[in-house]
């Protein structure tokens, strides 16, 4: 009986058996969420939208004040796809840097060595049929607050305990609600409603500055719609004609329903849906472009 190979990792710049993968005990990134994450999609080999990521990984990094370690992201992610099996197929990756380890004590070390981790794996199959039916997402009574939730820091127990209260409610996604009654984001999704002609998001002010919700903010202005950032209530969505969410590895999916309260007829949509075939298309001409270099 054939047993199926343990997943490839990157640890600082070496490749190993996941199974065998090792840190510090005293990295900080494990001590006090000392570190940032980004998550991508790859198509059949090519990462989407790396350099946006990076320079988003880059920019929080100099936020926390250390610097991300030079790689070739490229060469490395591709490497790190081959090895898992991944080239021929769709994939997420994620890349995790911590300020590496350090003596015990909040205060960092002043040469810090950060630690950088890449891994990559088979996209849930979730995500395919939620693009296609849509999804129904669920209420979270509370959010990410403060400069933290603009940056994708690894102390990410609101998202944690988001995506299970969500799960609890059979629910694709939960969205987060803050104190003022406004929905700000999903725990790893972006928010867009179609009210009349309008296309409202919420303001990017506190919450996470999506690559995905900042593409499709471009591409639907570039296609001659009118797009604002706008707070969103709960009754908003519900009363939308359409909403739907945002992510690298979801792309756009349509919320077909909020709790047990249905959102227009509850099918996808066909603005919705034109968004995300402009999406692919971006996509395509970017993989495209990439297998040719």
């Given at each position: 009986?054939?047993?199926?190979?343990?997943p490839?990792?990157?640890v600082?710049?070496?490749?190993?058996s996941?199974p065998r993968a090792?840190i510090?005990?005293f990295?900080?990134?494990?001590?006090?969420?000392?570190?940032?994450?980004?998550?991508l999609?790859?198509?059949?080999?090519?990462?989407?939208a790396?350099?946006?990521?990076?320079?988003?990984?880059?920019?929080s990094?100099?936020?926390?004040?250390?610097?991300?370690?030079?790689?070739?992201?490229?060469?490395?992610?591709?490497?790190?796809?081959?090895?898992?099996?991944?080239?021929?197929?769709?994939?997420?990756?994620?890349?995790?840097?911590?300020?590496?380890?350090?003596?015990r004590?909040l205060m960092?070390?002043?040469?810090?060595?950060p630690?950088?981790?890449?891994?990559?794996?088979?996209?849930?199959?979730a995500?395919a049929?939620?693009?296609?039916?849509g999804a129904?997402?669920?209420?979270?009574?509370?959010?990410?607050?403060?400069?933290?939730?603009e940056?994708?820091?690894?102390?990410?127990?609101p998202?944690?305990?988001?995506?299970?209260?969500?799960?609890?409610?059979?629910?694709?996604?939960?969205?987060?609600v803050?104190?003022?009654g406004?929905?700000?984001?999903?725990?790893t999704?972006?928010?867009?409603?179609w009210?009349?002609?309008?296309?409202?998001?919420?303001?990017?002010?506190?919450?996470?500055?999506?690559?995905?919700?900042?593409m499709i903010?471009a591409?639907?202005?570039?296609d001659?719609l009118?797009?604002?950032?706008?707070?969103?209530?709960?009754?908003?969505?519900l009363?939308?004609?359409?909403?739907?969410?945002?992510?690298?590895?979801?792309?756009?999916?349509?919320?077909?329903?909020?709790?047990?309260r249905?959102?227009?007829?509850?099918?996808?949509?066909?603005?919705?849906?034109r968004?995300h075939?402009?999406y692919?298309?971006?996509?395509?001409?970017?993989?495209?472009?990439?297998?040719?270099?």
């Amino acid at each position: 009986m054939s047993t199926r190979a343990a997943p490839v990792v990157q640890v600082n710049g070496r490749f190993v058996s996941a199974p065998r993968a090792q840190i510090s005990v005293f990295d900080r990134g494990l001590l006090y969420g000392d570190g940032l994450f980004e998550t991508l999609r790859a198509y059949r080999g090519c990462p989407f939208a790396l350099p946006e990521h990076l320079a988003r990984l880059q920019a929080s990094a100099d936020f926390l004040g250390f610097a991300v370690p030079r790689r070739p992201w490229q060469r490395d992610i591709e490497s790190l796809l081959k090895r898992n099996g991944l080239l021929t197929t769709d994939a997420w990756v994620r890349i995790t840097v911590t300020r590496g380890a350090g003596v015990r004590g909040l205060m960092p070390p002043a040469r810090p060595r950060p630690t950088i981790i890449a891994m990559a794996g088979a996209l849930d199959p979730a995500i395919a049929r939620a693009q296609r039916f849509g999804a129904r997402v669920a209420l979270i009574p509370f959010a990410r607050l403060g400069l933290l939730a603009e940056h994708k820091v690894l102390n990410y127990l609101p998202g944690v305990l988001g995506k299970v209260m969500a799960a609890r409610h059979e629910a694709f996604e939960g969205l987060f609600v803050n104190p003022a009654g406004y929905v700000t984001e999903g725990t790893t999704t972006n928010v867009f409603a179609w009210r009349g002609k309008r296309l409202l998001t919420p303001p990017i002010e506190g919450i996470l500055p999506g690559i995905t919700r900042r593409m499709i903010f471009a591409l639907a202005v570039a296609d001659g719609l009118r797009v604002v950032e706008h707070p969103l209530t709960a009754h908003d969505l519900l009363d939308a004609d359409e909403a739907f969410l945002t992510s690298s590895l979801a792309e756009v999916v349509a919320i077909t329903a909020i709790n047990t309260r249905t959102i227009g007829d509850g099918s996808v949509g066909p603005r919705t849906r034109r968004l995300h075939q402009l999406y692919r298309q971006t996509v395509d001409q970017a993989s495209a472009k990439r297998h040719l270099d």
